[in-house]
């Protein structure tokens, strides 16, 4: 079982900076990686998948790297509304299986 | 633009079974380009994936929940459904109705979404 990591657990930044989130995995994705931002009482948004490409939509202040183990979602130029909980997600080839990770909040500083 | 809207029960006896139900409005379910499922979120934990389904019938489980998940599709009502069998306290939280797009992985993200509807087991 892959277990996935977020870090921090709460990332307290000032609008207008920014904010670099990591995700962990236990074992390596390749580029099986997506993420996701939640608002108080919605639904969660997809915001990226395969670990770079932005939904449609999405400002180019949000990006995402890496591949393997090791992941990073950044907002640059936070604007008021980011600030919310972000989850990454891996998905599998096969056999098909999803798993969340434990999510960062984004706060105000 | 895609719509999903959860409805059932709010309250649900330990043991008994929880059943819900997402309404999809502006498309068909009467295709495979897209898959259909469930995820639920515990109060205060992370998102868990239950179950994704294709029109074909072709259905994936969560592992740790595949013994007791049942999911149908009713094109018919444009409609699919959840049933969760012997539920405990540790079953309850908010239960997400999904939609996601066939693309190189048979399940891969999640790009609608229903509101949530809370779910909470106690007697």
């Known amino acids: 079982e892959i277990v996935m990591t977020q870090s921090p657990d709460t990332l307290s930044v000032s609008p207008g900076e920014r904010a670099t989130l990591s995700c962990r995995a236990s074992q390596s994705l390749g580029s099986n990686l997506a993420w996701y931002q939640q608002k108080p009482g919605q639904a969660p948004r997809l915001l990226m998948y395969?670990?770079?490409i932005r939904a449609t939509g999405l400002p180019a202040r949000f990006s995402g790297s890496g591949s393997g183990t090791q992941f990073t979602l950044t907002i640059d130029s936070l604007q008021s509304e980011d600030f919310a909980v972000y989850y990454c997600q891996y998905y599998s080839d096969w056999p098909p299986e999803v798993t969340f990770g434990g999510g960062t909040k984004v706060e105000i500083k | 633009q895609v719509q999903l809207q959860e409805s059932g029960p709010g309250l649900v006896k330990p043991s008994e079974t929880l059943s819900l139900t997402c309404k999809v409005s502006d498309v068909s379910l009467h295709t495979n380009s897209f898959y259909w499922g469930w995820i639920r979120q515990p109060p205060g934990k992370r998102l868990e994936w239950v179950v994704s389904m294709y029109y074909s019938g072709s259905t994936y489980y969560n592992p740790a929940l595949k013994s007791r998940v049942t999911m149908s599709v009713d094109t018919a009502k444009f409609q699919f459904s959840l049933t969760l069998t012997s539920v405990t306290a540790e079953d309850t939280g908010v239960y997400f109705c999904v939609r996601g797009e066939r693309g190189q992985q048979v399940i891969s993200v999640f790009e609608h979404w229903g509101q949530g509807s809370l779910v909470l087991v106690s007697s």
């Open positions: 395969a670990a770079s």
